[in-house]
């Protein structure tokens, strides 16, 4: 589903009114196959993890070229009709213009934006991080989703921190803030510390369930690139039937 289709529009209204009333769910396909499966399964749409594609594609997590990268997300946006959102990592050193259309040419209907700088490991100026979010967001109108990653956690950073990055980006456009690695136990903080909309929470094993992720402040849940680890499981389980055969 394109943006033309109204795809961001429907995007926007799951994480608003989630099906069931729990947090909207949103597994991460590496590739068209895999996309094929989780809309099959009845998923209303789906968020790439470009881990996931990264590994798909032969490459470390954060060093996929941008033109691999756009060029994966189009074939998984081909192979299914529900709304697709792309993880675009920290935006390839694009310019927000280009982001957009180059976003917006996959069929992608939203994106992730991180606010580590790839290229020096380090937080990119929370402020600077919120000028782009709005810059993306004045080019994108809403034709885009924005997803604005906080990777506060991620540096040894603390919930109030967090909460001052998502704050900024929510002033600044953003649809939804995603301090990822953020622990379930700091959910009902990071609300406290004034987060509000939709908040995105990394799921991972030994996590709350669903529901209580949902009374604990998550709107959105994904998954990285656990789904693909989860799979290659069975994958490695298969060759060893195979040689044993």
């Known amino acids: 589903m394109s943006p033309a289709d109204g795809g961001a529009t429907t995007l926007r209204a799951l994480h608003h009114e989630p099906p069931g009333g729990r947090p909207l769910v949103l597994p991460g396909p590496w590739d068209a196959a ?23 594609l032969g490459h470390r997590d954060g060093h996929t070229p941008a033109d691999e990268m756009f060029a994966a997300v189009a074939r998984i946006v081909r192979a299914v009709s529900v709304p697709v959102t792309a993880d675009l990592e920290d935006g390839y050193g694009l310019a927000p213009k280009e982001l957009v259309d180059r976003a917006l040419e996959t069929g992608a209907v939203g994106l992730n934006l991180e606010d580590s700088d790839r290229s020096t490991r380090a937080l990119r100026d929370p402020r600077e991080q919120a000028d782009r979010i709005a810059a993306v967001r004045a080019e ?6 924005v997803n604005a990653r906080v990777d506060t956690y991620l540096h040894g950073g603390t919930v109030t921190v967090a909460a001052e990055r998502a704050r900024l980006y929510v002033a600044a456009g953003a649809d939804c803030v995603y301090p990822i690695t953020a622990p379930a136990d700091d959910l009902p903080r990071l609300r406290a510390e004034g987060i509000e909309g939709p908040l995105n929470f990394l799921v991972r094993p030994g996590d709350p369930s669903f529901p209580e992720l949902g009374r604990l402040g998550a709107t959105r849940l994904t998954f990285g690139h656990g789904l693909l680890l989860q799979a290659l499981k069975g994958v490695t389980r298969l060759a060893e039937e195979i040689l044993r055969a």
Do not use: C, M, W, Y
């Not at 895999?34 to 798909?56: D, K, M, N, Q, Y």
């Not at 994108?140 to 989703?145: E, P, S």
């Open 140 to 145: 994108a109108g809403q034709d885009l989703f």
């Open 34 to 56: 895999s996309a094929r499966v989780f809309e099959e399964a009845g998923f209303p749409a789906l968020a790439t993890p470009s881990a996931g594609i990264a590994a798909a």
